[in-house]
C-alpha cells in the first residue's frame, strides 16, 4: 500500500517535467508511505513517476518504486496488493521470466511484458498503478474492479498529472477550482460520486478500466471489470442450488479462499473487530488460515457506555474466544472532539462518513499494526442492508404512479414553493412519485441526503443547475446498472457497491487508512469472491439470510447470540461534533430547515463541510 504519482509530458508543446513539483504531489503523501520514497524521471524528461512507500512484501530494496524492468524498457508505480501474485510468478517463470524480488510490484511488470493489456482480468486483488512502456512510448493506467483503491488523474491537454489523492495534486501546478458537479454529487449522496471530485481540474478513473496516453493523448478509457457485469452473469446462469447446506458450503470455502488470499504479507495481519457478524467472521476464519497471533482492535465511547451501540463488551468476548491480542482504544467527548482536527486536515474530498475508519485506523497503528482486515463490504454483498427489501418494494408500487411525472413535479414543486415547512411531509416523501417507480429512483430517495429541487436553496441556483445538468444524477445511477442485472437482489447489490461502497465506504477506508500509515484489507470486497457467489446469491434472492450464511463459515461457526444481534457497526457519535459549533462546522446554523430541531446530522454535517468558514 502506497502513494503514487506522475506527470506525463505526452505532448510536444508541454514543458518538460519539473522535479520540483512531482517531488511535491509525491510527498504531499508523505503518510501514505514513510517507510520509503523513490522518483525516476525519463531521459528526456517527458516524463515522472514518484512514490511513498508502505513496506508490506519484500520489505528489502528490491521491491522499492519506482521500478524498472530488468532491460529498462518498463518501469511501474503500484499502490495496492495482488494477491495472486505467487501464482502468476510460478506461471511466468515457466515461461522463462527470471525475478530479482518477491514483491508484487514485479509481477506486474513481467505480467504486462508477457500478456500486455490482457494482464488485467488475471490480478486477484486492490491497485492502482502506471506502467511506463519505453517501446511503445506511452503510459498504462488501472484500477482494480471495485475501486479500492483510489486514482486521480488531472490532464489539461498536454500533460497529464495523477496521484492517489486529489490534495496531492493541488500540491503540484493544478487549479483549485470547485467543481459543481462534485458539489451537487456530495450534497445528494454525502459523498462525491466518480468520476466527479471536489475539483474542476480532477477526475478519478473510473473503478475496473484502464487508460492508454501517448504523444496521440489520452485513449478512450477500457472496461476490464464491472459489478454490474458480474451479476448479470450471475443472473443468466444462476446455480440450482439444491439445498440450503449446499449454499452454506459454498459460501463457507469462497470466504475461506479470500480468508487466505487477503493475509498474504511479510509482516502481521491484523483485524477490525466490532460487535458485528463480519469482522468476528474474518478473525474466526483467520485463524482457521492459520494465524497465529492475531491483533485486534475496536473503538469505544464514553458517551455510548451501557447503551446498545457500545461495541466493547461484546467484541472483546469475541477477542477472548478467539484468543487474539485485543486493543480497546475509548475516546471521551472532549477527546473526539480534539480528533476532528486532524481528521478533517486528512480528508481527501468532502465526505459524512469516516471518522470510525480514521480513529479505528489510529488505534490500529498505535497498537503496532501496518495491516488489518475489514468487514467492509459484506451487506453489499449479503443483502445486510434495508435497501434489498424496500428498494423491490417501493419501485413495484410506485411504477404505475411514477408514469405520471407531472403530479410527482406538481408535489415536489408545492412541497418547496411552500418552503418545505407547511406541508405535513418532507422532502423524500416530496419527491416519491417523481423517483420512486424506477431503481436508480428509489436509490436516489434511499440513499440520498438532500433531493435535487432542494439544491438551489442550499447552492444558489446557478450553481446548482449547472452541478445538476452535468452530473445527471439519474443518468449516473442508470449508468451504474449497465449491463442491468435485472433480478431485484442482484440490481440492489450492484447500485450499493457500486456508490455507496465504492464511493464512500471504500475511499473513506483509503485516505483515512493510510493518514496512519495502515493498510486496510477488505476480503468481501473481492472480484473473485463475487464472481464464485453471485449466480448462489442470484438464485436465492430474498431468502438469502446473509448474516447466517457468513456467520457458518469458519470451522467453528460464530455464536448465536452475536447473529441475532441487531446491527450496529462502528457507530460514532458525530452528533455532538455539530451541536457543539465545533468552528467551521456550524455553517448549517444559518439554514432555517437545518437549524431544525428534527435535522439529521448528516445533513447539516454536509451543509457544513461545502460551505466551511
Not at 334 to 357: K, R, V
Not at 547 to 573: M, N, Q, S, Y
Amino acid at each position: 500500500m502506497c502513494g503514487i504519482a506522475g506527470i506525463f509530458a505526452y505532448r510536444d508543446a508541454a514543458p518538460a517535467v519539473d522535479e520540483t513539483e512531482l517531488r511535491a504531489i509525491r510527498d504531499a503523501m508523505a503518510a501514505r508511505g514513510p517507510d520509503a520514497f523513490g522518483a525516476w524521471i525519463e531521459a528526456d524528461a517527458r516524463l515522472g513517476l514518484a512514490h511513498r512507500r508502505l513496506s508490506i512484501l519484500d520489505l528489502s530494496e528490491r521491491g522499492a518504486q519506482p521500478m524498472a524492468s530488468e532491460d529498462g524498457s518498463r518501469v511501474v508505480v503500484f499502490n495496492g496488493e495482488i494477491y495472486n501474485h505467487a501464482e502468476l510468478r510460478a506461471d511466468l517463470a515457466s515461461r522463462g521470466f527470471r525475478f530479482r524480488s518477491t514483491s508484487d510490484t514485479e509481477v506486474l511488470l513481467a505480467l504486462y511484458a508477457a500478456d500486455g493489456e490482457a494482464m488485467l482480468p488475471k490480478l486477484r486483488g486492490m491497485y492502482a498503478f502506471a506502467l511506463w512502456d519505453a517501446r511503445r512510448r506511452g503510459l498504462f493506467l488501472a484500477r482494480d474492479p471495485y475501486g479500492i483503491k483510489p486514482l486521480y488523474l488531472a490532464d489539461d491537454g498536454q500533460t497529464l498529472r495523477f496521484a492517489s489523492q486529489t490534495k496531492a495534486l493541488l500540491a503540484g501546478r493544478v487549479g483549485e477550482a470547485t467543481d459543481a458537479a462534485g458539489l451537487a454529487g456530495f450534497l445528494l449522496f454525502g459523498s462525491v460520486p466518480e468520476p466527479f471530485t471536489k475539483y474542476r481540474a480532477i477526475r478519478s478513473l473510473g473503478a475496473g478500466t484502464s487508460q492508454w496516453f501517448d504523444e496521440r493523448g489520452p485513449s478512450v478509457p477500457k472496461r476490464h471489470g464491472s459489478v454490474a457485469a458480474t451479476f448479470a452473469r450471475a443472473a443468466e446462469h444462476k446455480a440450482s442450488c439444491a439445498t440450503e447446506a449446499e449454499l452454506r458450503r459454498e459460501v463457507a470455502a469462497a470466504l475461506a479462499d479470500s480468508v487466505r488470499h487477503h493475509l498474504v504479507a511479510d509482516v502481521p495481519v491484523g483485524a477490525f473487530l466490532s460487535a458485528g457478524v463480519d469482522s468476528t467472521t474474518l478473525v474466526s476464519l483467520m485463524r482457521d488460515a492459520g494465524s497465529e497471533d492475531v491483533r485486534t482492535v475496536t473503538l469505544a465511547f464514553d458517551d455510548l457506555r451501557g447503551t446498545p451501540q457500545d461495541e466493547a463488551p461484546l467484541a472483546e468476548s469475541m477477542a477472548r474466544r478467539y484468543e487474539t491480542r485485543h486493543t480497546t482504544v475509548r475516546y471521551g467527548a472532549s477527546e473526539l472532539l480534539d480528533a476532528t482536527d486532524a481528521f478533517l486536515t486528512a480528508m481527501d474530498q468532502p465526505s459524512i462518513d469516516g471518522l470510525n475508519q480514521f480513529l479505528v485506523s489510529r488505534a490500529a497503528h498505535d497498537a503496532g499494526l501496518k495491516v488489518a482486515l475489514s468487514g467492509l463490504g459484506a451487506d453489499e454483498l449479503f443483502g445486510g442492508y434495508p435497501s434489498f427489501r424496500t428498494l423491490p418494494r417501493w419501485v413495484s408500487l410506485l411504477r404505475g404512479p411514477s408514469r405520471l411525472p407531472a403530479v410527482g413535479r406538481a408535489l415536489e414543486s408545492a412541497f418547496h414553493h411552500l418552503g418545505g415547512c407547511r406541508l405535513p411531509v418532507t422532502p423524500k416523501l416530496a419527491s416519491l412519485l417523481r423517483y420512486g417507480g424506477s431503481y436508480p429512483g428509489a436509490y436516489l430517495l434511499r440513499r440520498g441526503l438532500f433531493m435535487p429541487a432542494e439544491l438551489p436553496g442550499l447552492l444558489g441556483r446557478e450553481v446548482a443547475e449547472e452541478g445538476l445538468g452535468r452530473l445527471d444524477p439519474i443518468g449516473l445511477l442508470e449508468g451504474a446498472l449497465t449491463p442491468d442485472p435485472l433480478e431485484p437482489y442482484a440490481r440492489v447489490a450492484v447500485l450499493e457497491s457500486s456508490l455507496y461502497m465504492r464511493n464512500q465506504l471504500l475511499r473513506d477506508s483509503d485516505w483515512a487508512s493510510m493518514a496512519h500509515g495502515l493498510e486496510v484489507r477488505v476480503p468481501f470486497v473481492d472480484a473473485t469472491l463475487t464472481e464464485r457467489l453471485a449466480p448462489w446469491l442470484v438464485a436465492n434472492g430474498a431468502r438469502v439470510r446473509g448474516k447466517e450464511l457468513i456467520a457458518g463459515a469458519p470451522k467453528v461457526p460464530i455464536p448465536a447470540a452475536l447473529v441475532d444481534r441487531p446491527k450496529t457497526g462502528f457507530f460514532v457519535p458525530v452528533a455532538p461534533l455539530l451541536a457543539d459549533a465545533r468552528p467551521g462546522l456550524d455553517t448549517w446554523r444559518r439554514v432555517p430547515t437545518l437549524a431544525a430541531a428534527h435535522t439529521h446530522w448528516s445533513r447539516r454535517m454536509a451543509y457544513a463541510l461545502v460551505h466551511r468558514s
